[in-house]
């Protein structure tokens, strides 16, 4: 089916980011990432040299912002100066008489460009102080948002005072973590709060707004390849003293030595002590690395650890939601993907993987997401535009496989239906994908190697890179029900962007 535009505006910046928030219908975050450079044909005169001049190649390296430091002869060091620059609303929408949609922006903040965005609905609104006052409001859920400065910022949504009570919120910042100090591009992030076996992944009552956790972790992947990880962000919140932190992310136990040898021979003891040469090199680098990731610096996160995880740009990471926090999964441009137990020790030469899927993958992994309705189940994205099934009990292979052209840059779980998937596929659109047999799949059991996925829904008015989209997570009459849903209780209102052209539209499944 070939799906139409029920409302289309400008976002004024390069989008990249939509998320839709749980359990409240028509509510979603968008946000933007836009390059300006400066005198770019000057700078290029002098230094010799041209250098990427679109938001795509910024969006994925670490140079520092507005950088137009010298060399002692005039020449800019690392080519023209640019910043990246973005901004983060909070939009409403709602159906209109002729079955269109409408929508505004309610409000809207400017900030670093913006990477990724994610909701969670514990409530972190710290304990105030007589230096930060926060306004006893209750939060409709927590905002955080990944800068291309390193930072990620959380912000609660409440209910402003407006007229129009009804379409009337607001974001209120609550903190800037600063998750490296290297100006790496914290580019996705994760809240652990998403829980398994849950329409939307949330217990009713956390969607109904009765109850909500006052805690959830936070996994960051950035451009430097390596992951951050902040066991309480509750506790970040607190406090911005990094020494109770030092001693959990920056241990110094070395490595075991290496065995003796036994053989007498000298030429095969000079053969040993290169091999353990080699060997002692690789881990002091690997030490270096680590060490260097997990320096003190001001403002440091309480509880924050960070490990090199992938050699290039780490593009996703994500938490099982059936782990209760303790399962991650990431994906970098190195087309490898991995898993972490974040229960194994970050010490040494930093944290080992469970398991490391290095074969199989012809682009960087770009996107994943544990299935909050079937255990085991992950959906994996790549710029090779395929979009992948894997089974947890065995990651090493897939166990379906999907064209869907253009690369895929997010997939999306349905929150009621759990044969469905959205995908934005970057050249080539957005689509909505259905395998019927995983809503058929009894607890514990696997999916049939090998059934594809198929394309049930596509829409392709967006005239540039198709990014951010989720699907409405708002509450239905089947979101109290445990078997999968009707397709007419299915079918909802997909919100979408794309970077150059800077458009929004909404649209159905």
């Known amino acids: ?13 390069c989008a990249d980011s939509i998320e839709s928030l749980p359990g409240i219908q028509g509510v979603f975050a968008l946000a933007t990432y836009q390059v300006d450079q400066h005198e770019l044909d000057a700078h290029r005169g002098k230094a010799g040299h041209d250098r990427p001049d679109d938001a795509q190649a910024c969006h994925a390296n670490g140079d520092d912002d507005d950088d137009d430091d ?3 002869d005039g020449t800019p060091s690392r080519g023209p100066a640019y910043s990246r620059r973005g901004t983060c609303s909070i939009r409403t929408a709602a159906p209109t008489p002729d079955g269109n949609m409408t929508s505004q922006v309610v409000d809207q903040h400017s900030m670093p460009a913006i990477l990724d965005t994610k909701w969670s609905l514990a409530d972190l609104t710290p304990t105030p102080s007589a230096s930060t006052a926060v306004p006893p409001s209750r939060s409709l859920g927590t905002l955080g948002v990944a800068n291309a400065q390193g930072h990620v910022t959380i912000h609660r949504l409440v209910r402003s005072t407006g007229a129009d009570t009804a379409n009337a919120y607001c974001l209120d910042e609550l903190a800037i973590l600063k998750i490296n100090h290297k100006n790496a591009l914290c580019l996705s992030l994760d809240w652990s709060d998403r829980t398994g076996g849950h329409h939307h992944g949330y217990p009713d009552a956390q969607l109904h707004r009765r109850e909500a956790s006052s805690d959830a972790a936070l996994i960051v ?8 990880f902040l066991p309480s962000v509750a506790e970040a919140l607190q406090s911005e003293s990094i020494e109770d932190s030092l001693a959990s992310t920056h241990l110094d136990q070395k490595p075991a030595p290496a065995p003796a040898s036994d053989d007498n021979d000298d030429d095969d003891d000079d053969d040993d002590d290169d091999d353990r040469n080699s060997s002692d090199e690789r881990e002091a680098m690997h030490r270096d690395r680590h060490d260097q990731l997990n320096l003190a610096y001001p403002s440091r996160p309480r509880g924050l650890e960070t490990w090199h995880a992938h050699d290039f740009e780490a593009w996703i990471a994500a938490f099982d939601c059936w782990s209760g926090g303790q399962v991650v999964w990431s994906g970098g441009d190195d087309l490898a993907m991995k898993g972490w137990d974040l229960r194994t020790p970050n010490t040494g030469a930093g944290r ?18 544990s299935h909050h309705l079937r255990q085991h189940l ?42 469905l998937l959205l995908v934005g596929c ?24 090998g059934d594809e996925m198929d394309i049930v829904t596509r829409f392709d008015d967006h005239a540039s890179l198709a990014y951010g989209c989720d699907w409405d997570r708002g509450l239905s009459p089947s979101s109290s029900s445990s078997s999968s849903s009707s397709s007419s209780a299915a079918k909802r209102n997909v919100y979408s962007c794309s970077f150059y052209d800077a458009t929004m539209h909404i649209w159905s499944s």
Not at 391 to 410: C, F, H, M, N, Q
């Open 221 to 228: 992947s950035q451009s430097d390849g390596s992951l951050a």
């Open 352 to 369: 080992r993987p469970t398991f490391a899927v290095t074969r199989g993958f012809d682009g960087g992994v770009t996107s994943m997401q």
């Open 70 to 72: 010298d060399d002692d």
């Open 378 to 419: 992950w959906a994996v994205g790549s710029y090779d535009a395929n979009v992948r099934l894997f089974d947890a009990r065995a990651p090493l292979r897939p166990v379906s496989e999907t064209p869907v052209g253009g690369g895929v840059w997010r997939t999306k779980w349905h929150p009621t239906d759990p044969s």
């Open 1 to 13: 089916m070939q799906a139409t535009s029920l409302f289309t505006c400008s976002t004024h910046l």
């Open 426 to 449: 970057m050249h080539d659109g957005f689509k909505v994908l259905s395998l019927p047999s995983i809503a058929q799949l009894e607890p514990g059991a696997k999916l049939q190697r």
